[in-house]
């Protein structure tokens, strides 16, 4: 179920750009019915939100916001234990975002210059819960809880809803829990246009995040610069690097714990042992039967499922960041000491007891990570995706005095004589 | 040539949404050329870009890339004064973006647990620099001098060629101060798509940066994804908060050295004093006479240049928060008093003596800020635009013993089994 290819043989860009066609997807199509139900949502505010629930999620909604009292009622479809799995998350992965709090800052110069950097939480906040199987409450402790540490002010939610015309109760729960501030049952591509352009009743935030199906996906393409939004994930990945003396079992489970998701998903083993890898493929074999979904799972490791054999741990280090995966596992000892050489990664986890699932669920980092080779140059959802900065500066009239040539300068240089003029009548 | 409003009597929402329309542009044509030009420089490369710059800059070209003699030569064509205002300006924008540099964190808990975030400098990036009459060596110190301080590895510029196939002398200038790896001679969406894709000369890039006409910004625009970009700037903007004592000559200098920018660009003036109101329209007719742009000023005044009379400078600061102008001046007593009030603006100029161009050319602040109401959710350019942040996690035995059954709840309870598997086998 792994192709095997040797360092020494594969063709790297080949290998980039086979993980990368897995986004090659038909667009066209959706981009007009996206940009339909946009404008449908921007024009005619609640009623296009209503009339497309009803053809859409085949629900006649009477209310789009969800009352205290359904949500309070969700506490009572769930089990105890997974509230308590869930607070216990929540504390994590509020310790670890709290060191992501940033400072702004002031230089102080002579004549009484100063400069510095202003930091603000965005005003309010969109975040999109998908509804049906793809409905994670984990995503909802992981898109909420950075904004919060932010200090974001209002936190709105967006989900469709069920066939009643109720929410997901381990949704209802999951925001709860994080402080939500307000839920609306409204779904797909005309959740985002609310969330964008404002409703009567829903109001446009400065930033929409959060997962979706391709109809979401293109409408936060489209609505983006207009308000800000997250990334647009593509299909995931785990590479996992591992020397001889890691557990086959280990490394089989972890590689099916992503290829579950999707049959687009990618699962990697870069090793330096060929006897590891034949360990591998007998595990598969062996715990694929347990698992739901066996097919998925299946067709996802036939399709992009590898292993990459390598002389060295370096060997291996250099194909991780040549392939910049969402995931990477680092099964070695004293891991710490290769976190140098990972250049390009979205979440790093450690030795041999630290699967993916400790991220996605409970160690405290954020589950919302750059896809598909984007951890190149982008970063996992963090409290700065929640932040925008002002710069400020101060001049005294001394100050502008000194300088004030040297302005003048550069501004005549472009032939902007306007720009110059502004020092000059200082300067009279 | 600046319509006058009273605060209580303005629509704030149509206010918005005027100032909003500068950007609807008629983009659908633009794309199909760009979507060409991009996919000829992926499929051909060099041969591309020697064909484009012939049919588009009417050039014919034997190297793209600019030797180090011809940019030694670039030295002898400029002035000395040019030179030492460029050195002195790049001194203050490296002090100011130096106190960006953010710093990696570990937390370490109980049982050998530990997590943290990771920063690492963008290995290459790509600045564009546009020709003709747009070649702002200024722009060339606020994109390349971040990503200096961040600490990439390599910074690659493109510009297109004059007629006779040299490059600016000033943008050569400014290139080797700041210390560019390497110049090519390519412009438009051409250049856009080399730094891309990569091309047998050019290299592709993790992050593009810097402005361009319409057919750089969409080439950018479409690119997004496979690169990471920096902001597609839109219209700009100034606001000016003035009370009574501020002296009308400065008002109507700033204002106009704004709207030289571009027919499109907005100066607002926001006052408690309808007597300063009509001291800075004498001023305007005074100066404007003198300027080079005065064609352009006028026009983007008569369109785009407002005055809003306040009661009190609280309601000024209301105002200016909801336009999220790209350049704020406070132009008040005790400016600092107010830094708290303002929420959404790229740069705030402070004091009587402080005007936009000091930020553009010399103070350290960096002028590449985020236009048209953007500011309400992005931030100036900056060291943060050039790193990336990985996160990491280490779990040893006795973590994953104590706290798996948590993981494997919520893995479970979202139908992941294979998930919930990865913890199960670490415990058996």
Known sequence: MLKLLEFNEINKRDLIIELQRREEVEQSKVIDIVTEILSKVKNEGDKALINFTKEFDKVELKDLEVSQKELEECFNKVEEEFIKALQEAKINIEDYHKKQKQSGFIITKEMGVYLGQKISPLENVGVYVPGGTAAYPSSVLMNVIPAKVAGVNEIIMLT???????????????????????????????AIGALAYGTETIKKVDKIVGPGNIFVAIAKKLVFGNVDIDMIAGPSE????????????????????????????????????????EGVVKELEIQIKNLEREKVIRKSLECFGKTIICNDIKECIDISNLIAPEHLELMVDNPMEYLG???????????????????????GTNHVLPTNGTARFFSPLSVDSFIKKSSFIYYSKEAIEKNGDRIITLANREGLTAHANSVKVRLE
């Open 341 to 363: 050489e990972v250049k390009n990664a979205g979440s790093i986890f450690l030795g041999r007891y630290c699967p993916e699932p400790v991220g996605d669920y409970f160690g």
């Open 238 to 277: 785990i590479l996992i690097i591992a020397d001889e003396k890691s557990n086959p079992k280990f490394i089989a489970a972890d590689l099916m714990s992503q290829a579950e998701h999707d049959e687009l998903a990618s699962s990697i083993l870069v090793t330096t042992s060929k006897k590891l890898y």
């Open 160 to 190: 469709p809803p069920d066939k009643n015309g109720g929410i997901n109760p381990y949704i209802g729960v999951a925001a709860k829990i994080v402080g939500v501030n307000k839920i609306y049952k409204v779904g797909g591509a005309q």
